[in-house]
């Protein structure tokens, strides 16, 4: 549980049309669908069969993944993660991990920040996942070699998508991405005041938050001629009915060491 003050708006309310705390806002605006094997790196895990209690994660080597820490309680050593998963019933089979291991890991030691900003690193049994390639991670994510290209958010939650005439709602469990853009840390800065390195401001790009509840442990990625390249993973917060992203470069060396050199960050 995170303890922002009300006033905290978490991102992009300075600059996009949108009321952050209001729980009728346009959540995943201009959002779409996953297609099948378009995102086989990203995995979904859930309690039971409340999907919105679900978390996504993100495939970063044969035998590792990570998501966001709040998600710790979902999961126990022996469970299981299915990626390639875009939907319950999907017309193939998704491919299950099983948890060997489970590792938070922490930029802030004892701090108050440390919730929100941590991650979990998950290990998994043999054979691991050797036939879907994990998305690579940038050392130096403060330098966007796709700039001249929109990011993406994808995750699991809630996401509306605007065809003629209305929206159409795809539930939650449903793998669905939208169309992002990188925003300059002073917005974030000043509706949050806790806002700091380890995060990332990202907005949509028509205008509006990026994300919602089940979209925790989803990605935000870099994408050029359909090759990705992940730039944060998504925390939403319930008391702003949206969230941030937490820097996956800050966390490279604490990969590279808790993998055993299994993953390794690229340098840009």
């Known amino acids: 549980m995170w303890f922002f003050p009300v006033a905290v708006l978490l991102g992009v309310a300075q600059s996009l049309p949108v009321n952050l705390t209001d729980a009728t806002s346009n959540l995943i605006d201009w959002g779409a669908r996953a297609g099948e094997h378009q995102f086989p790196f990203m995995g979904f895990f ?26 710790r309680s979902l999961i126990a050593i022996g469970g299981k993660i299915s990626f390639d998963f875009i939907k319950k019933e999907q017309g193939y089979p998704a491919q299950e991990a099983t948890v060997k291991e489970i590792n938070q890991l922490t930029r802030y030691g004892r701090s108050p920040l440390a919730g929100p900003y941590d991650l979990l690193l998950f290990t998994f049994e043999e054979p691991g996942l050797p036939d879907i390639l994990p998305v690579p991670i940038a050392r130096n994510s403060y330098y966007h070699p796709y700039g001249e290209y ?11 998508a605007n065809p003629n005439p209305g929206p159409v709602n795809y539930p939650p469990g449903t793998l669905n991405y939208a169309v992002a853009k990188y925003l300059d840390d002073r917005i974030c800065k000043r509706q949050w005041h806790d806002y700091n390195y380890t995060a990332m401001c990202a907005g949509l790009k028509y205008g509006g938050d990026l994300l919602h509840r089940g979209d925790t442990g989803g990605s935000l990625v870099d994408s050029k001629d359909g090759k990705y390249l992940l730039r944060g993973i998504a925390a939403y917060t319930p008391q702003s009915h949206s969230g941030f992203y937490v820097r996956v470069s800050e966390f490279c060396d604490l990969f590279e060491e808790y993998t055993r050199g299994a993953m390794t960050c690229r340098e840009d």
Do not use: F, K, M, Q
């Open 150 to 160: 929109s990011p993406l958010s994808i995750g699991y939650g809630y996401a509306y």
């Open 46 to 71: 859930e309690n039971g069969e409340d999907y919105l209690n679900g978390c996504g994660a993100v495939l970063i080597s044969r035998y590792h993944a990570i998501t966001h820490n709040t998600c």
